[in-house]
């Protein structure tokens, strides 16, 4: 699963030489969210706002965003407060993971019978994010022996820490995992553990400690992977507690 962020469209309506119709029919706003050749990801159900605070920031963030100059958000809202427009809203979700496209928003404008009376289109450019999440924060081998290589194996089940690894691609875009081992070193800051295993997919690479290294593998958007560690002390390791760290991040195509 991945992150759903809340999105809004705005419509305001000219309402000139209309304003009964404020108060007793007003006009039936609906539309759809598309991307591609079409496929839609939303249905729109507008309905009238009058929050004067809402209205103010959907204007401020149309100036901020360049889709109106101030002076245009300004005879807007000077229209609304005269009651000749009517601002319509709606809300729809769009997925973290939803693929980066031109998407589109289609709006119909049906009087009160239901006749269709206009349509208009605008769009806007969802673009490509890279993010991921982990069901871990911490990379416990337990007690490590002289010689004795310790693993930590990883699940496909994004549990959070319990205790096998998983990443889960929580962007739009395709990426390759990629590792970067810190040495494991002992309490007295001497000892150092610095050969280091993972597997991904099924490919296992072999790690120098503070060497970044990329699998080939892709996680897809929306899909989570078991990612499992190795760690191979040396021979005359002394018994003793040992830490360090382990970075995760994303490598380019």
Do not use: H
């Not at 759809?32 to 959907?58: E, H, M, N, Q, W």
């Not at 009651?83 to 404008?109: H, I, K, Q, W």
């Not at 290294?213 to 507690?241: D, E, H, R, W």
């Amino acid at each position: 699963m991945g992150a759903t962020r809340e999105a809004n469209a705005w419509v305001v309506l000219d309402m000139s030489g209309r304003s009964a119709a404020i108060t007793d029919t007003m006009p039936a706003l609906s539309g759809r969210v598309a991307y591609g050749t079409g496929t839609k990801i939303a249905t729109l159900s507008f309905r009238p706002v009058a929050d004067t605070s809402v209205i103010d920031s959907a204007l401020n963030s149309a100036v901020g965003s360049g889709l109106l100059t101030a002076a245009q958000a300004s005879a807007i809202n000077d229209s609304l407060k005269m009651r000749t427009s009517v601002m319509y809203g709606a809300t729809f979700g769009l997925e973290s993971y939803a693929p980066p496209d031109n998407y589109s928003v289609d709006v119909v404008l049906t009087d009160a019978s239901g006749v269709e009376v206009s349509r208009t289109s605008t769009g806007f450019v969802y673009l490509g994010l890279i993010a991921f999440d982990l069901d871990f924060n911490t990379v416990d081998f337990g007690k490590v022996l002289p010689a004795a290589s310790s693993n930590i194996v990883g699940d496909n089940l994004f549990v959070l820490n319990d205790g096998r690894p998983t990443i889960r691609n929580l962007g739009n875009v395709p990426f390759r995992p990629g590792l970067t081992f810190n040495a494991m070193v002992d309490v007295s800051g001497v000892q150092r553990v610095t050969d280091f295993r993972s597997q991904f997919f099924g490919e296992g690479l072999g790690f120098k400690a503070g060497q970044l290294q990329c699998f080939t593998k892709y996680l897809v958007p929306g899909q989570t992977a078991a990612m499992s560690f190795f760690i191979q002390p040396p021979l005359n390791m002394p018994v003793s507690t040992y830490s360090g760290s382990l970075y995760v991040s994303t490598c380019s195509p």
